[in-house]
Nanobody
């Protein structure tokens, strides 16, 4: 059983910074790509930033230059430092991971963490 646990959400003023972290716990699995998604009130969930096991990254246009995704494979953890936060960044942020156990590929989600940016 794998668990993805996010941390680092909260309330911040516009222009401020927060760093999200997502740690995968469990045994007998390998983590391939990971990523962060977010869902704002009344909107569909969107991909914010994915990262491959080798460290290749990509970003949604809305966060380019402000968010930076990274990962520590030894700790099974992915990070998302976010600078220059805007009220439009208010959302529930969820961690996602592509996993492999034996010869079986599957994916899993964290429970989500609320980020609120006040103007």
């Amino acid at each position: 059983q794998v668990q993805l646990v996010e941390s680092g959400g909260g309330l911040v003023q516009a222009g401020g910074s927060l760093r999200l972290a997502c740690a995968a716990s469990g045994s007998g699995f390998a983590i391939n790509a990971m990523g962060w998604y977010r869902q704002a009130p009344g909107k569909q969930r969107e991909l914010v930033a994915p990262i491959t096991r080798g460290g290749s990254t990509n970003y949604a246009d809305a966060v380019k230059g402000r968010f930076t995704i990274s990962r520590d494979n030894a700790k099974n953890t992915v990070y998302l430092p976010r600078n220059s936060l805007e009220p439009e960044d208010t959302a529930v942020y969820s961690c996602h991971a592509h996993l492999r156990r034996g010869h079986v590929d599957y994916h899993d989600w964290g429970q989500g963490t609320q980020v609120t940016v006040s103007s």
